[in-house]
């Protein structure tokens, strides 16, 4: 309106004075004063912002980048001790030092390689495209692999409201006749659902053909169409505006047929909806009489109507019962329902009106017919999905440019909570008004409802949620989103409804728009997560084993032993043995519990300094099983070198293998988990056989310094496995214990 000013700071969302750059005048005349083009443009500032956003490294990203430089670290103190002491053990006088240097140099080098797990880029690739796989069969497509793991240490959720946590479907919930008042079933576009009285008695479709005419007036005062599914449209969908298109739901649920009610109500005039008239006419012939069928607001069409319908009679629309509907009207809104007004008046011939007539000169004597309630639906198992969340310690937060009761009431609905406090909402305004340290303060909430803010805002919100350390995922869908996308951990964009330029933006498009495809992407990002540090930590206490059996193979080399492994054997422990299963293990589905624990803390490393002792104390267990294997067997067993390196090798495999079994789990093997995997068990059957490969042909054997065990000789790699094993599982039931 060209006489309202604003004389304060407010939202884009407020400010109902301006023309913005990308809207679309639908109707009407006007003249505008040019304040700002290009870059100075709402759109433009989001263009510009955007720009500046700087986009850092997943969580998963800057975890692999610390383990890379802690086994670089390692490795690089691993060479250099195994350097001096194969120097120290290997120089003698009539070994040259250049050569003593050389040996030493090839021997710590080729340790130190092999003690780095060198799968480990094929084998995180592999876990991240099974995820994205796994999630494109649910609806979710990750345009980026490292943001498969985001989502699984998402902390916090930043949701839209409009067709994510609801349908996107408003549907008609309320009728009220001034003597009768029903409720509507059913949700969506589907016109399936009954009208039930106030006891919750069904409505038979002989009394609802006695009131027919409240249903049709909705119908013939719009234009919106629902149509059935098709070749391009799973589910019944809409033409035309969304609140038009559910008054014809609302007709075909009482079983009258929309294409015959168009066809015998001849269309004659159209006064279209307007910011200021706040309703629409429509004008139509039917039987020789000339009707019009108007809705809009309450205050408004009542203001036009001079009677009622009461029960079939036409009667006076006096104080008392403007006032009763009004009440009714009222006590609608408090539930979040958008209420609109219907009414209907018969003219005397079809001169009395046409479309050069201004709305005033028709819009007057009409006969109030009813109201009728609607809302935009809840999503179904969205209520599940946000309780789903909460079991899994996530924050969840609406953030919407709707209006604040609305948004409420439908974080109401769909579960929101704030424990025993009440859930907290704040318009755009009030942030506006908060600084940065206030936002950061709401963040101890469980739930926000933030409504009828601006791109900007919504920018601000995710920026100081990331500050506060939080794993921030938001959704979105149009133009007016990106910059939130773009600053947010994980930007999710809507498929169906979402803009290109929101899909651009994000990481992973949401296919259906539904909340809980977001909370079942988190549960596949968490199982990643967890699958990916099983084969760390199963990778590095292998290496661990291997490097503290060539340190045993010092000591009784002092004794006159051989060596009890060399290098080549090293990488072959790697290669042969466990590349297959390491790889197999990211196929493991999650644990039941996943769901339940804390999202993983971004500053708790998987090498950490309790991971640390872990892997120093299986290290140690599974290097003693490979060196007792080799002492048994060469001076109890076959008692050749080259047969009791094939045991010391065969018994590192055995124990990696227990490892990697008893990593999967935090509870006990010997459970139902122990089976759901078969592409592991199916690797170990492959990895057995190749072992078996290099140790008993001849041809392969001689190149890896192997030589056939007896049957006897598998007993002591056997035995160091057990003993492994029990260690992995005596730890459990003391951690158990203790819990």
């Known amino acids: ?36 083009t290009g870059m100075n443009t709402a759109i433009g500032r989001i263009a510009k912002t955007s720009d500046q956003i700087e986009t850092g490294l997943s ?98 959720i930043a949701s839209d409201k409009t067709g994510t946590l609801t349908q996107n479907e408003m549907t008609i919930t309320q009728v009220y006749l001034i003597d009768r008042e029903y409720h509507v079933t059913g949700i969506g576009y589907e016109p399936k659902g009954s009208f039930l009285d106030p006891k919750g008695k069904v409505v038979d479709a002989k009394t609802l053909l006695t009131f027919k005419g409240v249903f049709q007036d909705g119908f013939l005062a719009s234009n919106g169409r629902v149509n059935p599914p098709d070749q391009n449209h799973a589910n019944w969908y809409a033409l035309g505006d969304p609140t038009e298109a559910a008054f014809c739901t609302v007709l075909m649920k009482a079983g009258l047929d929309p294409n015959e009610r168009e066809d015998h109500f001849e269309r004659l005039a159209e006064y279209t909806f307007d910011s200021v008239r706040k309703r629409m006419t429509i004008v139509r012939k039917h039987k020789g009489k000339v009707i019009g069928y108007m809705k809009g607001a309450v205050e408004t069409v009542l203001a036009v109507c001079s009677q009622v319908n009461l029960n079939g009679q036409l009667k006076p629309l006096d104080e008392s019962l403007r006032q009763q509907i009004l009440n009714k009207a009222q006590e609608y809104s408090a539930q979040a329902l958008r209420v609109i007004a219907l009414a209907y008046r018969d003219f005397p011939n079809e001169g009395a009106v046409n479309d050069a ?50 948004a409420y009431a439908i974080g109401k609905q769909i579960g929101l909570k704030n424990g025993e406090s009440d859930l907290p ?76 330029v929101a899909k651009e933006a994000a990481e992973m498009i949401i296919l259906d728009d539904h909340f809980a495809t977001i909370v079942s992407a988190i549960k596949e990002g968490r199982t990643i997560f967890k699958n990916l540090k099983k084969t760390i930590l199963s990778s590095i206490t292998s290496n661990n084993g291997e490097l503290v059996c060539v340190l045993f193979g010092f000591v009784g080399i002092a004794f006159g032993l051989p060596a009890p492994i060399t290098a080549v054997q090293i990488l072959a422990v790697d290669l042969v043995g466990e590349m297959l299963p390491l790889t197999a293990l990211t196929f493991d589905p999650g644990d039941k519990d996943l769901m339940s624990e804390e999202p993983r803390k971004l500053d708790e490393h998987i090498i950490n300094r309790h991971s640390i002792m872990n892997l120093i104390f299986y290290g140690f267990w599974m290097g003693a099983a490979g060196f007792f294997a080799f002492i048994m067997v060469y001076t109890r067993g076959t008692g050749t070198t080259e047969a009791a390196r094939a045991a010391a090798y065969s018994a590192i495999i055995l124990c990696q293998f227990m490892n990697i079994l008893s990593r999967r789990t935090n509870r006990t093997i010997f459970t139902g988990y122990l089976l759901t995997n078969g592409f592991l068990w199916g690797s170990f059957l492959i990895s057995i056989a190749a072992v078996a490969a290099l140790i008993y042909l001849p041809s392969i054997a001689i190149w890896f310094g192997f030589a056939p065990m007896s049957l006897n000789d598998w007993l002591y790699p056997v035995i160091g496995a057990a003993v492994f094993l029990a ?3 005596l730890r459990k039931g003391i951690e158990k214990i203790k819990d």
């Open 357 to 406: 007539q201004p709305p005033d000169a028709v819009e007057s004597q009409f006969v109030f017919a009813g109201l009728m309630a609607m809302i935009d639906p809840p999503r179904t198992g969205v209520k599940e999905a946000i309780d789903a969340a909460y079991r899994a310690h996530i924050k969840v937060m609406i953030i919407t440019g709707d209006n604040a009761e609305t």
């Open 1 to 36: 309106m060209a006489e309202w000013i604003i004389h304060e700071v407010t939202t884009v969302t407020n400010q109902d004075n301006c023309v913005f750059m990308g809207a679309t005048v639908a109707s009407g005349n006007a003249y505008a004063l040019v304040y700002g």
């Open 727 to 729: 260690w992995h599982e």
């Open 59 to 156: 969580p998963l990203q800057r975890e692999l980048n610390e383990l890379a430089k802690m086994l670089t670290k390692i490795a690089g103190m691993i060479a250099m001790g195994l350097f001096v002491v194969n120097l120290l053990l290997t120089t003698h006088a009539d070994t040259g030092w250049f050569n003593a240097i050389q040996l030493s140099i090839l021997f710590a080098i080729s340790v130190a390689a092999a003690c780095i797990p060198q799968g480990l880029p094929a084998q995180i690739s592999v876990a991240l495209s099974l995820g994205v796989g796994r999630m494109a069969k649910k609806k979710a497509v990750v345009k980026k692999l490292s943001a498969v793991e985001t989502l699984g240490s998402t902390t916090l």
């Open 425 to 500: 909402m704040y318009t755009g305004d009030d942030i506006k008004r908060k600084t940065d340290e206030q936002l950061k303060a709401l963040t101890h909430h469980r739930s926000v409802i933030f409504a009828r803010v601006s791109p900007d805002d919504k920018y601000r919100l995710v920026r100081v949620f990331g500050e506060m350390g939080h794993v921030v995922a938001v959704t979105g869908d149009g133009v007016n989103d990106t910059l939130s996308l773009k600053k947010a951990d994980i930007g999710i964009a809507m498929g169906k409804m979402g803009s290109e």
